[in-house]
């Protein structure tokens, strides 16, 4: 009589299964990528954590969802969008997913990473299909509108997961002139997918992607940030305080910004922010009122994050102030010398035929220190008919550096170029360098200790962090800023004598005058 061996049951695989399964599969292939593709795709898979918060953003709750993972890599982002799935309560009968991957020795990888999901699915009852779809995703997106125009059927999803590739656009390329046809200007891959993306969600439907923060801010990004706004609302952000914390393991230094929209009808009373220093780390959240993070009357539509009570507080603070710098007569503008654009007119040292040329490296303390000895870079730019528009009119101007160094602890780095103390005749000032003139000449010295004084405090830094994701301060960021009254301005002067006082003593200076 045959005996019947005991029926072992197979054990389900779960989202953690999945997730430790594909998260195992990034690690062992994410060293194997070739430096030159790499580079031409941007391919920066991403890790479990953070996919994990990506797909924890979404509220979907129908019966049937379609995703679009536009740069899927392997699928870590569909692998997560799939785990968070099955650990609702009320999950749906169907999940459709519409990979795009360009990259064959990927695109391999993620049939693995699809039929994990299969496999999951399957054992909770859930119909899974996974399509990986090799075509250039612009290309792809462009013929999708173009079948509206047709009457052909548009496909549309309800959710849609991204992180998407990362480097310029050239401005004859053809992605830049397909992106044109349907209306999307933009300088980016990464702005260039997301806006493609939204344009394919559906009523109600769902956008969650990770990117650099510099779309927030800035006049190059400002027609995708109408583009975006024009199709969706903002619901959740999350920031990642550590410039090299999300991607780590990839060694990229971009301060990367989570964002959750969807297409509504109406905007939200609110918006989600949160923060973490890591993926790992406990998050800091806040809710923050949808007309503060983008403000109703800002026709540039600057995403401004605010996280804590500080933050908010200087927020407010910084609304108080009325001036702008066209009210206090003031402009900026970017330093006119590209050094190796007139290199037959540099010296590295003074003489009767030159004039001061100051770098950022000129900055000591407040000031300007000139000429430096043995210096990298030239300090002297020689003065002729030839030159004469490079240079601006002898007077007294605050420079602020176009771009911080790792170093320092603000932003927003502000120095006085006193002409009595260095150079009585015209100066030139540097491409790295933006510098606050009167008319294209120079202020007041008052005027310019006391704007100095303001730039370098900590409630200015503070507040430019809201609004400004990079290091880089460009002359129109600056220009956004609201200012101190010329009186108060002068006032904040006379507290300043040979050079700028301690930070501590700067912000106590500002409460004082401005704010008391």
Request: overall charge positive.
């Amino acid at each position: 009589m045959a005996v019947l061996k005991p029926r072992i049951r197979q054990p389900n695989h779960g989202s953690d299964w999945l997730m430790k399964k594909i998260d195992n599969l990034r690690i062992k292939i994410n060293g194997s990528i070739d430096p030159l593709t790499r580079r031409t795709y941007a391919q920066f898979m991403t890790p479990r954590k953070v996919a994990i918060l990506m797909a924890s953003l979404f509220k979907f709750s129908g019966t049937s969802i379609t995703l679009l993972d536009p740069g899927a890599g392997i699928g870590c982002l569909s692998a997560a969008f799939v785990s968070e799935i099955l650990k609702k309560n009320h999950k749906p009968s169907k999940i459709t997913i519409d990979a795009f991957e360009i990259d064959p020795y990927l695109s391999k990888y993620l049939k693995i990473t699809f039929a994990s999901c299969r496999k999951v699915c399957r054992e909770q009852g859930i119909d899974f299909t996974g399509n990986i779809l090799t075509d250039d995703f612009i290309k792809a997106s462009v013929n999708n509108y173009h079948a509206v125009l047709l009457k052909k059927k548009f496909r549309t999803y309800n959710c849609i997961i991204t992180n998407p590739p990362y480097h310029k656009i050239n401005t004859d390329s053809e992605a830049r002139r397909l992106l044109r046809e349907v209306g999307i200007e933009t300088t980016n891959m990464y702005t260039a997918f997301i806006a493609l993306a939204v344009n394919q969600l559906s009523p109600e439907g769902e956008l969650v992607s990770i990117s650099p923060r510099s779309f927030c801010n800035g006049p190059y990004f400002l027609p995708f940030r109408k583009y975006f706004f024009n199709h969706v609302f903002l619901n959740d952000i999350h920031l990642f305080e550590s410039r090299k914390e999300a991607f780590s393991e990839d060694d990229v230094l971009q301060e990367n910004v989570i964002i959750h929209a969807t297409k509504n009808l109406r905007q939200p009373k609110y918006v989600n922010i949160s923060m973490s220093k890591k993926p790992t780390d406990p998050l800091i959240t806040k809710k923050v009122k949808y007309n503060e993070v983008i403000k109703p009357q800002d026709s540039a539509l600057i995403i401004h994050i605010a996280i804590d009570e500080n933050s908010s507080d200087i927020a407010a603070k910084m609304n108080f102030l009325s001036a702008s710098l066209s009210d206090l007569g003031i402009d900026v503008s970017t330093g006119r010398v590209v050094d190796f654009r007139a290199k037959e007119f540099l010296k590295d040292n003074p003489d009767h035929t030159t004039v001061p040329l100051i770098y950022p490296l000129h900055f000591c303390e407040g000031q300007i220190k000139w000429p430096i000895t043995n210096s990298k870079k030239p300090n002297a730019i020689v003065s002729n008919q030839n030159s004469r528009e490079l240079l601006v009119p002898a007077g007294n101007y605050v420079l602020v550096k176009r771009f911080s160094a790792k170093e320092e602890k603000r932003r927003i780095v502000a120095a006085i170029y006193n002409a009595s103390d260095i150079f009585k005749g015209e100066v030139g000032f540097e491409n790295h360098l933006n510098y606050f003139h009167l008319n294209g000449k120079g202020l007041s010295l008052s005027a310019a200790k006391g704007l100095s004084l303001y730039l370098n405090s900590s409630m200015v830094d503070i507040y430019f962090r809201q609004f400004s994701g990079h290091t880089q301060v460009n002359a129109s960021d600056l220009k956004r800023l609201k200012y101190p009254s010329m009186e108060m301005l002068i006032e904040l002067g006379k507290f300043i004598k040979d050079g700028l006082p301690e930070q501590a003593v700067i912000d106590k200076i500002l409460e004082q005058v401005v704010f008391n």
